[in-house]
């Protein structure tokens, strides 16, 4: 969920700002949403989903107007993308996982791997297209398509699972 | 890297591997599956012509603002969604259902950047038909592959994976061809 949730940002990092940018929105969007989802655990409604969504936009508009906008690179089409970021799929599917967490300890144990593993894609692919785009004069590379940012997601989650599973 | 089309291709790619993921997850009936991704398809054209209708007749005149559209399509995504569920009767609901980001995306989308009403009528029923269409496919080829899996010799399960593998070339063709 976290790499799937990650791939349509991923797409909008063309610098290394970029990158810490999405991955900011990213960590906030699933913070925002999956604490008002813990907050609404009891509640079977499903328009809590649309709460979440509604609350995370509310903070994610909030880092991007006031803080971030205009101030850096931003990359491609940055206000779609904050809306896009708004739907933190892996905030919401925080909401599955609940009934087998073990208390809020054990839930934000698997938040911060969570959203440790997202932000690790976003530097990593921030991080390529800074060493590539030098060295080929930012003429049009394998990381001006979308295709690049699936592998590099596919590649890093691949990592991350290997090294928790000997960690963890 | 940011074209037109980017959207199209998100949603066409996202649909394959992405939200079948999350729409097929613990789901192995294929009824409510195809009930989800056809609900949001409707979804997604609906709201995508409404808000751009309404763009014109009511937001520019009292200068309301993207953000506020955002909220008002998010909530217009999950009410209609609802309704339809209702509708329609289903009953085997996931959390991802009544929003995701087909349903709520691309009408913003095509709300911020279509200039006519027959640009956004053809776009979003192509993005539509594509979601329900590449979602069902890999459905339908991901169940028989893990279904054939373990009875089935290694030559069907290289084939379902050949299968497969063609999807993502088309889609990655359809996108060079566009971009």
């Given at each position: 969920?976290?790499?799937?949730?990650?791939?349509?940002?991923?797409?909008?990092?063309?610098?290394?700002?970029?990158?810490?940018?999405?991955?900011?929105?990213?960590?906030?969007?699933?913070?925002?949403?999956?604490?008002?989802?813990?907050?609404?655990?009891?509640?079977?409604?499903?328009g809590?989903y649309l709460?979440?969504v509604v609350?995370?936009?509310?903070?994610?508009?909030?880092?991007?107007?006031?803080?971030?906008?205009?101030?850096?690179?931003?990359?491609?089409?940055?206000?779609?993308?904050?809306f896009?970021?708004?739907v933190?799929?892996?905030?919401?599917?925080?909401?599955?996982?609940?009934?087998?967490?073990?208390?809020?300890?054990?839930?934000?144990?698997?938040?911060?791997?969570?959203?440790?593993?997202?932000?690790?894609?976003?530097?990593?692919?921030?991080?390529?297209?800074?060493?590539?785009?030098?060295?080929?004069?930012?003429?049009?590379?394998?990381?001006?398509?979308?295709?690049?940012?699936?592998?590099?997601?596919?590649?890093?989650?691949?990592?991350?699972?290997?090294?928790?599973?000997?960690?963890? | 890297?940011?074209?037109?089309?980017?959207?199209?291709?998100?949603?066409?790619?996202?649909?394959?591997?992405?939200?079948?993921?999350?729409?097929?997850?613990?789901?192995?009936?294929?009824?409510?599956?195809?009930?989800?991704?056809?609900v949001n398809s409707i979804t997604l054209v609906i709201n995508s012509?409404a808000f751009?209708?309404?763009?014109?007749?009511?937001?520019?005149?009292?200068?309301?603002?993207?953000?506020?559209v955002f909220l008002m399509i998010a909530a217009s995504a999950f009410f209609l969604n609802e309704l339809f569920?209702?509708?329609?009767?289903?009953?085997?609901?996931?959390?991802f259902d009544s929003i995701n980001l087909v349903s709520l995306v691309f009408p913003m989308?095509?709300?911020?950047?279509?200039?006519?009403?027959?640009?956004?009528?053809?776009?979003?029923?192509?993005?539509?038909?594509?979601?329900?269409?590449?979602?069902?496919?890999?459905?339908?080829?991901?169940?028989?592959?893990?279904?054939?899996?373990?009875?089935?010799?290694?030559?069907?399960?290289?084939?379902?994976?050949?299968?497969?593998?063609?999807?993502?070339?088309?889609?990655?063709?359809?996108?060079?061809?566009?971009?």
């Amino acid at each position: 969920m976290c790499t799937i949730g990650v791939i349509p940002l991923l797409m909008a990092v063309d610098c290394l700002s970029s990158a810490a940018l999405y991955s900011v929105l990213y960590f906030t969007a699933m913070s925002v949403s999956s604490l008002s989802l813990y907050a609404l655990k009891n509640v079977t409604y499903r328009g809590k989903y649309l709460f979440a969504v509604v609350a995370a936009f509310s903070f994610n508009y909030f880092i991007y107007a006031v803080l971030l906008a205009g101030k850096y690179c931003a990359g491609g089409s940055p206000q779609m993308f904050v809306f896009i970021s708004s739907v933190s799929v892996a905030g919401i599917y925080f909401d599955y996982e609940f009934k087998h967490f073990n208390g809020f300890l054990d839930f934000l144990k698997y938040f911060f791997i969570v959203a440790a593993s997202g932000m690790a894609m976003f530097f990593t692919y921030g991080f390529l297209i800074y060493i590539f785009n030098d060295k080929l004069d930012n003429k049009i590379t394998f990381f001006s398509y979308p295709c690049s940012a699936i592998i590099t997601s596919a590649v890093c989650a691949l990592l991350i699972s290997r090294l928790l599973k000997k960690m963890i | 890297m940011f074209g037109e089309y980017f959207l199209f291709f998100n949603i066409l790619l996202f649909s394959g591997f992405g939200v079948e993921i999350i729409f097929g997850h613990k789901r192995s009936d294929f009824r409510p599956y195809f009930t989800v991704c056809a609900v949001n398809s409707i979804t997604l054209v609906i709201n995508s012509i409404a808000f751009f209708f309404l763009r014109d007749l009511f937001f520019a005149k009292y200068a309301l603002k993207e953000q506020y559209v955002f909220l008002m399509i998010a909530a217009s995504a999950f009410f209609l969604n609802e309704l339809f569920f209702m509708l329609l009767r289903h009953s085997d609901f996931n959390i991802f259902d009544s929003i995701n980001l087909v349903s709520l995306v691309f009408p913003m989308q095509l709300y911020l950047s279509a200039k006519s009403a027959a640009d956004v009528f053809f776009a979003s029923s192509g993005a539509g038909l594509a979601f329900v269409m590449f979602s069902s496919l890999f459905f339908y080829i991901k169940r028989h592959a893990e279904d054939n899996g373990d009875s089935a010799d290694d030559f069907t399960v290289f084939c379902y994976e050949m299968i497969l593998f063609g999807l993502f070339s088309a889609s990655f063709s359809i996108f060079f061809r566009v971009v």
